[in-house]
Nanobody
Framework: QVQLVESGGGVVQAGGSLRLSCAAS????????MGWFRQAPGKEREFVAAINRGGGSQYYADSVKGRFTISRDNTKNTVYLQMNSLKPEDMAVYYC?????????????????WGQGTQVTVSS
């Protein structure tokens, strides 16, 4: 199995930035496309962004395009999410996982057990 540990969340004002990290262990990280997901209170988990195995292709939900950037370092078994121009509607618990589907659009499903996530709070 793969163990996923997310970090980097916090409290930020609208317009601010955060960088999330996700450390993976247990299987060959570079064999999997990886993604970020989020879940706001009372809502289903949703797809945010994904990156292919080699890091050369990225995919984003329309709601975060132009503001968020996903990247990965296969030597560190880590995937990142740089979040800029944060909005109150970005507030959620953020998770990483290997997406079950990316194209034509991602959904909230992942291949591995979910980690604890990291809370992102955006104040207006």
């Amino acid at each position: 199995q793969v163990q996923l540990v997310e970090s980097g969340g916090g409290v930020v004002q609208a317009g601010g930035s955060l960088r999330l990290s996700c450390a993976a262990s247990g299987r060959t990280f570079s064999n999997y496309a990886m993604g970020w997901f989020r879940q706001a209170p009372g809502k289903e988990r949703e797809f945010v962004a994904a990156i292919n195995r080699g890091g050369g292709s990225q995919y984003y939900a329309d709601s975060v395009k132009g503001r968020f950037t996903i990247s990965r370092d296969n030597t560190k078994n880590t995937v990142y999410l740089q979040m800029n121009s944060l909005k109150p509607e970005d507030m959620a618990v953020y998770y990483c996982n290997a997406p079950l589907i990316i194209v034509p659009t991602g959904d909230g499903r992942g291949q591995f057990p979910w980690g604890q996530g990291t809370q992102v709070t955006v104040s207006s």
